[in-house]
């Protein structure tokens, strides 16, 4: 007879962090009552929760408002996280020395969910200012990094992804056609490097490659990101430059026997990159 695998589930760490996260999707404070409506727990065990949640730091209150917001104790732990990360150790001195090179700003990026999550960014004086911040996250289908990274993963998993995608048209260069989308994917696949050619920005080009980790897959991708006036007469200079990026950094990796694990998240609103 076949064992029925036990729920080890604690409900109130449920729903302790179904009210960060819902602080975290509303992206400001919120007042008990709004908490209770959104997570649909009653309003005295939301406020108990709180309670709990700012003793440690993980809530803030403004007592002026005597409303809610995350606490900075979140933001450590992300900070220890991401240190943990053996690729990004390996790729953020060859990043900034891209960064300087060509003097536009570098992104690093890693899958969460169906989307993007920018975990470091090295911007230029001279850089235009960029929506995307350490945390954001991107639509996978129209960015640098979101489609290098779809190109170089796992067959099946790029393919799971590719069909739950909503294609939303950000600019008139989006690609909202999925065979258009798996074709430009197998291009990027076989030269090394992606494109975003204005796709989520008017006005904005970057050039994209992975990161792959030791089983030969996409751990993480990068991406240098300018003014389309700037960057489209360097296209293959820059794409050069980060393919052989690419290959130094994955290499470090492999010979390491590095494979990163993939952060999973629910989706949010995409941010600007």
Do not use: W
């Not at 007042?31 to 709180?50: C, Q």
């Not at 709990?52 to 730091?57: C, E, N, V």
């Not at 996409?218 to 360097?234: H, I, T």
């Amino acid at each position: 007879m076949k064992k029925t695998k036990r729920d080890y589930t604690v409900a109130v760490v449920v729903r302790s962090f179904a009210i960060l996260a819902a602080l975290a999707r509303g992206g400001r404070e919120m007042g008990v009552l709004e908490l209770s409506k959104v997570v649909k727990i009653h309003v005295s065990t939301v406020y108990r929760l709180l309670s709990t949640l700012m003793k440690r730091g993980f809530v803030d209150q403004n007592p002026e408002t005597e409303k809610y917001r995350l606490g900075i104790r979140l933001f450590e732990l992300g900070i220890v996280r991401v240190r943990q990360l053996d690729y990004r150790n390996v790729a953020l001195p060859r990043l900034r020395a891209l960064r300087d090179e060509f003097e536009e700003t570098v992104f690093l990026g890693m899958l969460r969910g169906n989307e993007v999550l920018i975990i470091d960014s090295f911007s230029q004086p001279r850089g235009i200012v960029f929506g995307s911040q350490i945390g954001a996250g991107e639509p996978l289908y129209c960015t640098g990094i979101g489609k290098a990274l779809l190109a170089n993963l796992r067959p099946e998993q790029r393919d799971a992804l590719l069909k739950e995608l909503k294609l939303q048209r950000f600019t008139p260069k989006t690609l909202t056609s999925r065979s258009e989308l798996r074709r430009e994917l197998e291009l990027i696949r076989t030269r090394g490097y992606s494109i975003d050619d204005e796709e989520i920005v008017s006005g904005v080009k970057c050039v994209a490659a992975p990161v792959l980790g030791g089983n030969g897959y996409a751990v993480a991708a990068f991406s240098v990101a300018g003014p389309a006036d700037r960057v489209a007469g360097r296209i293959r200079q820059i794409a050069a430059r980060v393919t052989e990026v690419s290959r130094e950094i994955s290499r470090e990796l492999q010979s390491a026997g590095s494979d990163a694990p993939v952060a999973r998240a629910p989706a949010r609103r995409p941010a600007r990159a």
